[in-house]
Each structure stands twice: as C-alpha cells, then as structure tokens.
C-alpha cells in the first residue's frame, strides 16, 4: 500500500467537477479522485478550519464511531472498476477491526476529520497515478523551451478505454503549481 496525502481540490475549468489529488508521501506520484461538490466542501471546510454552526455528516460519523469506542485506524483507496473508485475505513473496537465500504470522498472527508492515514492499493496507483515529468531542457538555440508534461504509465496506456473518463481532465491540469498552495 502507498501512503498519501490530500494535495488539494480542484475545480475543473470545463465543467463544475471537482477532483481530490492525493499524493504519493515517497514520490511524485498523483492520485486524481474526481468527487462531488458536496464530498469536496467538506474536506475543504475541515482542512482550513472553517467553523460550521453544525455537525455536517461526517462529524456526526465521526462522533458515532468514537462514542461506540471505535478508532479509525486507517483510509484505504481500494479499488477501481469501470472508472470507479472504491475505499474501505478501517475501525478498530476493541480488539477486533471492521471494513467498512466507502465512497472515497466519504472515507477522506472522515479521515481530515480524526487526522487518520489515507492509503491507496498499490494497483490503483500503478494504474490511475500521474507524474510529472521532469523539465525538458531547450536546445539553446531556440526561443522557448519544451513545455512540461505529464508522464502516463504503460500500464495506464493499455487501460486507456477503462480511464477514459480521467483523460480530457487530466490533459488540463497544471501540475507546475502543485507545490504551491493552489
């Protein structure tokens, strides 16, 4: 499993999506998550703090697992099928730990919540991650340098038809200002 963390939420210029990049801690690897508009609000308000007047319905999740005496272990990105991810919550009580199916943005919305790990299966990430590529250096005599890009895997190449749904997004990412605070 590859630990991630949230790198930000994105609005799609195209349309009103909205898409949670998880990154690789190890790497430079990017997770693209697309979610609702609801699901990415409650990230955002936790993330930056935003007092609510009222528990929104992760809180209220949260608050449910804690006074059963549960604690959420960890968030895993389990799967993806027909361009369709999958996620578990794993709740330990007592001594005993439960799976719980999740929507990913369900599972992350909770996980900002208790400060809880985010993992993805290593083939979800060997089949959906991006990299950036590293700058293409300009020959000197020309005026402007190669632009940068973003490099897909092999194995994303032959699961194209599966992920075609990602492509048109992912070719309007800027991954240049992924270190910044967009």
Excluded at 120 to 148: K, L, N, Q, Y
């Amino acid at each position: 499993m590859v630990r991630v963390e949230i790198d930000s939420i994105r609005v799609s210029l195209m349309s009103q999506d909205r898409v949670v990049v998880l990154k690789d801690v190890d790497s430079e690897r990017y997770l693209p998550i697309w979610i609702g508009a609801f699901e990415a609000e409650a990230i955002r308000v936790e993330l930056s703090g935003t007092p609510v007047p009222r528990p929104l319905t992760h809180d209220l999740l949260r608050s449910v697992i804690l006074q059963f005496g549960g604690e959420v272990e960890r968030i895993v990105v389990s799967d993806l099928r027909n361009d369709v991810y999958y996620a578990t919550i794993h709740i330990k009580i007592g001594d005993k730990v439960v799976e719980i199916d999740s929507r990913p943005s369900d599972a992350i919305a909770l996980a900002v919540r208790l400060k809880t790990p985010v993992f993805v299966e290593d083939s979800v990430m060997e089949r959906a991650s991006i990299e950036p590529e590293e700058e293409v250096t300009s020959d000197p005599e020309e005026e402007t340098p190669a632009p940068r890009r973003t490099r897909r895997k092999a194995s994303e190449e032959s699961s194209d038809e599966d992920l075609s749904v990602f492509s048109d997004f992912l070719d309007t990412l800027d991954l240049d200002d992924l270190d910044d605070n967009g």
